[in-house]
Each structure stands twice: as structure tokens, then as C-alpha cells.
């Protein structure tokens, strides 16, 4: 359900928008009735009231199924089946939250079904994740992160094949437990974001084309048809699109969305949605009184996703910055393969902790184009905290054949010298979950397909891997074998390796806080001195992090008045130059002064 007037909430009526239809019937605990048909393809039913609990469905004209409602809140029984009532301003838990803005913090990735092993060990849930929240507060983090948790099929899977998009998934707690995790993220200080999927719905339990012109064959994505944006009826859906990230924000109280893929979102409009999207939020903060953040994947390099509506950009607060995840792994495991053909070179590391996009405006071997525009960083349209930054994340570990995380095939050295590029860069770092004590589990791609479908992806997984020279076997996402693989586990935060990691990153993400050079945003500050083809040194303003990927020794380093950090084997001759036995890192204030 929504607060909005386009669906019933608690003592509101029921309503739905399917304009192609002559009669449509709601079904609400067993009881039907037909609804009023109003102007512009609406119908509703003002007499009976929407009782929190109560089932309902709609059937239109002389369909044989029931439909689940496109803006129901909780689906209990399923995808499939009848949707629930629910209130979203009774699920309100906290008081005097007065926000936080996300720009520049540290984020944290979470995957509620296997950020913990659940209390019966068969799946986390929001109240699982709670329990673990202080941890989280103790290393320094500032926001969490959730990945997709609107209905999908099944009990397992990542989200991203979602079907309901203002609904909650049943398995998790439903829309109650997490108005409980936001409620104890924020009683902690913590920020909530929610990555939401705008670009299409899962293919089990998308019912939406039934209703109305959600599609449209005008387009086309990577799923099929587009959702429709620009084409007759799209008023009412990006009205829909819009009343979902409403709920989720000012209903339900969370901080920010993360918008999965917006480059997916086709829109030939003279006002393109997400512009539209983000002068919404802008009217909502002023309406909630708190800082609310939209954060884009957007695979089209483009500053101008991150620049104000004002100035012609589509407003997002931030994006993800893949060109500077592949700058840090390609440079630090060697790998140079599928896209990573155009980094690995300390010249490309130095390109994307300076300017964040390698392909701004220039040719990308991976997509066979010219590619980007340049970041300016100059521009006061946005920063360098406009740019999400990360090691790891659900797609760069997840979509490899064996869900293998970075630090399980490199070094802890190299595992602490690429976290520390990260963690001290310009950019705002995120975590994926397990990273910080390196994790020795996968985080592995699972799905909970019905049998047809499920026999299809599993083999459209083996295919995938095979065509790209992948001889090992792959998970198959079906199995809950696979699922469970990936619970972390937390005990090993206490264990030899694991722990030295977790108090590495522990102290890297205290000198971020404690120490204003690290924290500024000010692309102009930021500067990548590259010693040897395996070594370098990032300057920000007065702090520089060496980081030496080995794996021979670093014989002699920069010139160093301080050591503020260091992880391996370091050491100083009496001049004062560092010196690395191997790979590792190390933060320090340089002799010869800060930059700028």
C-alpha cells in the first residue's frame, strides 16, 4: 500500500489505475466487490475501507486470475497470491532522527539474506541484521546500504528480479522488520539506503503490463521492453515510479535509494525522469526537514549525471565510479581480461583516483567506443564525494563464476594496500559486507526460480562462463547449497588474518574522519605519484598513502616525517625513506610538504 492517492493505506480506499479494462473487481477477504470506474483509467471503491491485515486482489474485466495490487506493501503469501493492507505511518519507530547526508561518508553493502546465517540458519532477516549493527558503528561506518528487498520469487536470491516495487520481501520480516532495521540504524546514527531496481521487473510474478502501458516495446533494455517512460500513458507511470520512491523516503523514513542501472531507463522525454525524480527529493527534504540522497549506477561515464537540474544534469546526489574500481583491482591483481583491458597500467590507476572515468570521452576497448565525458575538477556543479568508490561490491564479486572476493585470490598486503586507495581516496568508499576482516566466504549469484525458470538459469549460468573460458564448475544458483555458501561468517572477525585486517580497516576509516585532508573533497587536492609499476603514492593535501603491491621488497620510499598507519614488514633508514619487505601500505605525512 501507499500513503499516496494512488493506493489504499489504512482508512483509505482501495484503488488501482488499469485503463485498458471495463470492469475491475477487489477481491478483500474473500469478499468481492466492484469497483467505480473514474476519470483517466482509475477505478475505486470508497465504501469499504482499507483495513490493515486484510487481504485483496483485483481481477479485471472477466480475467480468471487475481492480481496482486502493483503498489501493494506486503505480499505474505508470496508473488503470486493476494496482497496485505498495510499502514506505513504506524511502522514509524523512531523520533528525532534528523537525517544524515550520506556525501562523503562511509557506506556499507549489506545483503540482508546472507549478512547473517538467520536465527534458524537458513537466512538472515532484518532482525538478524540488527544484531549485528554495532559492529558495523565500531569500525567507523556511517551508512548501510541495502541491497533489493522488494518481493521476488522464492525465499533466496538477490533482489534485482523484484516484481513489487513498493513491497518488502516476506522472507526478510516484511515492511514491518524493516521499519524496525531503519528504526535501530538510526538509533545508532546510521543512514539507510535502499537500492531500488526502476528499470524493469523480475519475469515470475510481473504483473504490471496486465494493469496499463508500463512498457514499451519503443525500447529496449537488456530485459526486454522498456519500462515506458515517454510513450502514451507515461504520465501515470512515472507517477507510479515517483509515489515508490516517496513511500520509501517520507513513508517510510529511509535516506537515500541507490537506483540500479539508470542508463537502462530510456526516456526521450524533454524532461528525463531521473531529473524529475531528483526535484521531487529536492521538495521532500524541505518537507521532511532531513537530507535525502539518490545515488545512480550509471554505466555511461557521465558527469553530468551527478550535475544539478538546474544546469542541464539529472540531479543525482552521486554515482558509482566502476572505472575506479577496475583501475584498483586490475593494478593490484593483474587481471586484464573482458573489461578490465584498459587498466591494470599505474597510468590508468592514476587516471581513475584523479579524474574517476579512464573513459571520458575516449576509446574503450570493452565497448568497442568512444566512451564518457571528463570529470572537471573544477566544476562546482559536483565534487569528488559525487562519486561512489568501492573494492569490492554485489556485481564485481558476485557476477564471477565462483562469487571469489578480491582478497581470496592476492595477498593481505595487497589486499590492504588496494583498501587503503579506496578507503583514503577523494571519492565517498563503500564496503561490501565481509571486506573488512576479508571474509573467507564467496558471495556467490542464487536464485529460487520455480522449476522452469530455475532449470534456465542455472544453464544460462553454465553457458555464460563456458563462452569466456571458465573450466571449473560453477555454482549452480538454484541449489540452496549455493545460498548459504555466502552467510558470513562473523566469527572469524576475531581470528589471526581476519582480525588484522578488520583493525586495518578500523584504523584506516578513523584517519578519514580525524584528519580533514582525507575527507576533502576537493578533486584539485588529490595527486598520484607513480614510484615503480608497483608502487605508488596518493597525496591528499598533506597525508599520502603508499601503497606497494610487491611482491618484492620497496627499497626506498618517499622522504617520511610521520607514519600515521601502516600494514606488512615497514621500515625507515635513517634518512627517513620508508621501506617495504613486501606488499603493504602505508599512511604518512611526505617531508617535502602537502599538496596544494
Same mark, same amino acid.
Given at each position: 500500500?501507499?500513503?499516496?492517492?494512488?493506493?489504499?493505506?489504512?482508512?483509505?480506499?482501495?484503488?488501482?489505475?488499469?485503463?485498458?479494462?471495463?470492469?475491475?473487481?477487489?477481491?478483500?477477504?474473500?469478499?468481492?466487490?466492484?469497483?467505480?470506474?473514474?476519470?483517466?483509467?482509475?477505478?475505486?471503491?470508497?465504501?469499504?475501507?482499507?483495513?490493515?491485515?486484510?487481504?485483496?486482489?483485483?481481477?479485471?474485466?472477466?480475467?480468471?486470475?487475481?492480481?496482486?495490487?502493483?503498489? *501493494?506493501?506486503?505480499?505474505?503469501?508470496?508473488?503470486?497470491?493476494?496482497?496485505?493492507?498495510?499502514?506505513?505511518? *504506524? $511502522?514509524?519507530?523512531?523520533?528525532?532522527?534528523?537525517?544524515?547526508?550520506?556525501?562523503?561518508?562511509?557506506?556499507?553493502?549489506? %545483503?540482508?539474506?546472507?549478512?547473517?546465517?538467520?536465527?534458524? +540458519?537458513? #537466512?538472515?532477516?532484518?532482525?538478524?541484521?540488527?544484531?549485528?549493527?554495532?559492529?558495523?558503528?565500531?569500525?567507523?561506518?556511517?551508512?548501510?546500504?541495502?541491497?533489493?528487498?522488494?518481493?521476488?520469487?522464492?525465499?533466496?536470491?538477490?533482489?534485482?528480479? #523484484?516484481?513489487?516495487?513498493?513491497?518488502?520481501?516476506?522472507?526478510?520480516?516484511?515492511?514491518?522488520?524493516?521499519?524496525?532495521?531503519? &528504526?535501530?540504524?538510526?538509533?545508532?546514527?546510521?543512514?539507510?539506503?535502499?537500492?531500488?531496481? %526502476?528499470? %524493469?521487473?523480475?519475469?515470475?510474478?510481473?504483473?504490471?503490463?496486465?494493469?496499463?502501458?508500463?512498457?514499451?516495446?519503443? %525500447?529496449?533494455? /537488456?530485459?526486454?521492453?522498456?519500462?515506458?517512460?515517454?510513450?502514451?500513458?507515461?504520465?501515470?507511470?512515472?507517477?507510479?515510479?515517483?509515489?515508490? &520512491?516517496?513511500?520509501?523516503?517520507?513513508?517510510?523514513? $529511509?535516506?537515500?535509494?541507490?537506483?540500479?542501472?539508470?542508463?537502462?531507463?530510456?526516456?526521450?522525454?524533454?524532461?528525463?525522469?531521473?531529473?524529475?525524480?531528483?526535484?521531487?527529493? @529536492?521538495?521532500?527534504?524541505?518537507?521532511?526537514?532531513?537530507?535525502?540522497?539518490?545515488?545512480?549506477?550509471?554505466?555511461?561515464?557521465?558527469? *553530468?549525471?551527478?550535475?544539478?537540474?538546474?544546469?542541464?544534469?539529472?540531479?543525482?546526489?552521486?554515482?558509482?565510479?566502476?572505472?575506479?574500481?577496475?583501475?584498483?583491482?586490475?593494478?593490484?591483481?593483474?587481471?586484464?581480461?573482458?573489461?578490465?583491458?584498459?587498466?591494470?597500467?599505474?597510468?590508468?590507476?592514476?587516471?581513475?583516483?584523479?579524474?574517476?572515468?579512464?573513459? &571520458?570521452?575516449?576509446?574503450?576497448?570493452?565497448?568497442?567506443?568512444?566512451?564518457?565525458? /571528463?570529470?572537471?575538477?573544477?566544476?562546482?556543479?559536483?565534487?569528488?564525494?559525487?562519486?561512489? !568508490?568501492?573494492?569490492?561490491?554485489?556485481?564485481?564479486?558476485?557476477?564471477?563464476?565462483?562469487?571469489?572476493?578480491?582478497?581470496?585470490?592476492? @595477498?593481505?598486503?595487497?589486499?590492504?594496500?588496494?583498501?587503503?586507495?579506496? $578507503?583514503?581516496?577523494? +571519492?565517498?568508499?563503500?564496503?561490501?559486507?565481509?571486506?573488512?576482516?576479508?571474509?573467507?566466504?564467496?558471495?556467490?549469484?542464487? !536464485?529460487?526460480?520455480?522449476?522452469?525458470?530455475?532449470?534456465?538459469? *542455472?544453464?544460462?549460468?553454465?553457458?555464460?562462463?563456458?563462452?569466456?573460458?571458465?573450466?571449473?564448475?560453477?555454482?549452480?544458483?538454484?541449489?540452496?547449497?549455493?545460498?548459504?555458501?555466502?552467510?558470513?561468517?562473523?566469527?572469524?572477525?576475531?581470528?589471526?588474518?581476519?582480525?588484522?585486517?578488520?583493525?586495518?580497516?578500523?584504523?584506516?576509516? &578513523?584517519?578519514?574522519?580525524?584528519?580533514?585532508?582525507?575527507?576533502?573533497?576537493?578533486?584539485?587536492?588529490?595527486?598520484?605519484?607513480?614510484?615503480?609499476?608497483?608502487?605508488?603514492?596518493?597525496?591528499?593535501?598533506?597525508?599520502?598513502?603508499?601503497?606497494?603491491?610487491?611482491?618484492?621488497?620497496?627499497?626506498?620510499?618517499?622522504? @617520511?616525517?610521520?607514519?600515521?598507519?601502516?600494514?606488512?614488514?615497514?621500515?625507515?633508514?635513517?634518512?627517513?625513506?620508508?621501506?617495504?619487505?613486501?606488499?603493504?601500505?602505508?599512511?604518512?605525512?611526505?617531508?617535502?610538504?602537502?599538496?596544494?
Amino acid at each position: 500500500m501507499s500513503t499516496t492517492p494512488d493506493g489504499p493505506s489504512a482508512g483509505a480506499r482501495y484503488r488501482v489505475w488499469a485503463p485498458a479494462a471495463r470492469r475491475v473487481t477487489v477481491r478483500v477477504d474473500g469478499a468481492e466487490h466492484p469497483m467505480r470506474q473514474q476519470a483517466d483509467g482509475w477505478f475505486d471503491l470508497p465504501e469499504v475501507p482499507a483495513v490493515p491485515g486484510a487481504r485483496y486482489a483485483y481481477r479485471l474485466d472477466d480475467g480468471q486470475l487475481w492480481l496482486p495490487d502493483p503498489r *501493494s506493501l506486503s505480499q505474505p503469501d508470496g508473488v503470486h497470491a493476494d496482497s496485505e493492507v498495510v499502514d506505513p505511518a *504506524s $511502522l514509524r519507530q523512531e523520533a528525532g532522527w534528523e537525517g544524515r547526508s550520506v556525501r562523503g561518508q562511509v557506506l556499507y553493502e549489506v %545483503h540482508v539474506g546472507t549478512f547473517t546465517a538467520g536465527a534458524d +540458519g537458513t #537466512g538472515g532477516t532484518f532482525d538478524s541484521a540488527i544484531e549485528r549493527l554495532d559492529e558495523l558503528v565500531d569500525i567507523g561506518v556511517d551508512a548501510i546500504e541495502l541491497m533489493p528487498v522488494a518481493p521476488f520469487p522464492g525465499d533466496r536470491g538477490w533482489g534485482y528480479d #523484484g516484481v513489487g516495487l513498493y513491497g518488502v520481501h516476506a522472507a526478510y520480516g516484511g515492511p514491518e522488520g524493516l521499519a524496525r532495521l531503519v &528504526a535501530a540504524a538510526h538509533r545508532r546514527g546510521l543512514a539507510v539506503v535502499l537500492d531500488v531496481v %526502476h528499470n %524493469h521487473l523480475g519475469p515470475s510474478g510481473n504483473y504490471l503490463g496486465m494493469f496499463g502501458p508500463y512498457f514499451t516495446d519503443r %525500447h529496449e533494455t /537488456p530485459w526486454g521492453s522498456a519500462v515506458n517512460l515517454d510513450q502514451p500513458g507515461s504520465r501515470q507511470v512515472r507517477d507510479f515510479l515517483v509515489g515508490s &520512491a516517496h513511500h520509501w523516503l517520507v513513508d517510510m523514513g $529511509l535516506d537515500g535509494l541507490r537506483l540500479d542501472a539508470v542508463h537502462e531507463l530510456k526516456d526521450d522525454s524533454p524532461r528525463h525522469f531521473l531529473a524529475e525524480l531528483a526535484d521531487a527529493v @529536492t521538495a521532500w527534504e524541505e518537507e521532511t526537514g532531513r537530507p535525502l540522497t539518490l545515488i545512480a549506477e550509471s554505466d555511461r561515464n557521465q558527469p *553530468s549525471t551527478v550535475s544539478p537540474t538546474g544546469l542541464g544534469g539529472l540531479g543525482m546526489d552521486m554515482q558509482w565510479a566502476d572505472d575506479v574500481h577496475h583501475g584498483v583491482h586490475a593494478w593490484i591483481t593483474g587481471e586484464r581480461t573482458g573489461y578490465y583491458a584498459d587498466f591494470g597500467r599505474t597510468e590508468a590507476l592514476a587516471t581513475v583516483l584523479q579524474q574517476v572515468f579512464l573513459h &571520458a570521452g575516449t576509446w574503450s576497448s570493452f565497448r568497442e567506443a568512444v566512451w564518457g565525458a /571528463p570529470v572537471d575538477p573544477a566544476s562546482t556543479a559536483y565534487d569528488a564525494h559525487s562519486f561512489v !568508490t568501492f573494492l569490492q561490491d554485489h556485481d564485481q564479486v558476485g557476477n564471477r563464476a565462483a562469487g571469489d572476493r578480491i582478497h581470496h585470490g592476492i @595477498t593481505p598486503g595487497q589486499h590492504a594496500a588496494a583498501s587503503a586507495l579506496i $578507503l583514503l581516496g577523494p +571519492g565517498t568508499p563503500m564496503l561490501f559486507q565481509g571486506e573488512e576482516w576479508a571474509a573467507s566466504t564467496p558471495f556467490t549469484y542464487f !536464485t529460487d526460480h520455480d522449476d522452469e525458470l530455475g532449470a534456465l538459469v *542455472s544453464a544460462g549460468r553454465v553457458q555464460e562462463f563456458a563462452a569466456m573460458g571458465w573450466s571449473d564448475q560453477v555454482p549452480d544458483p538454484q541449489a540452496r547449497s549455493t545460498f548459504e555458501s555466502s552467510f558470513l561468517r562473523w566469527q572469524e572477525r576475531e581470528q589471526g588474518e581476519h582480525a588484522s585486517m578488520l583493525e586495518w580497516y578500523r584504523r584506516l576509516i &578513523a584517519l578519514r574522519r580525524e584528519l580533514p585532508d582525507l575527507h576533502d573533497p576537493d578533486l584539485g587536492r588529490t595527486s598520484l605519484e607513480v614510484i615503480a609499476e608497483e608502487t605508488v603514492l596518493l597525496r591528499r593535501g598533506g597525508v599520502a598513502v603508499l601503497a606497494h603491491r610487491g611482491p618484492g621488497p620497496l627499497g626506498a620510499g618517499p622522504r @617520511t616525517l610521520e607514519v600515521l598507519a601502516s600494514f606488512g614488514d615497514v621500515s625507515q633508514d635513517a634518512a627517513g625513506a620508508l621501506r617495504l619487505a613486501g606488499a603493504g601500505a602505508v599512511v604518512l605525512r611526505p617531508a617535502d610538504g602537502p599538496l596544494g
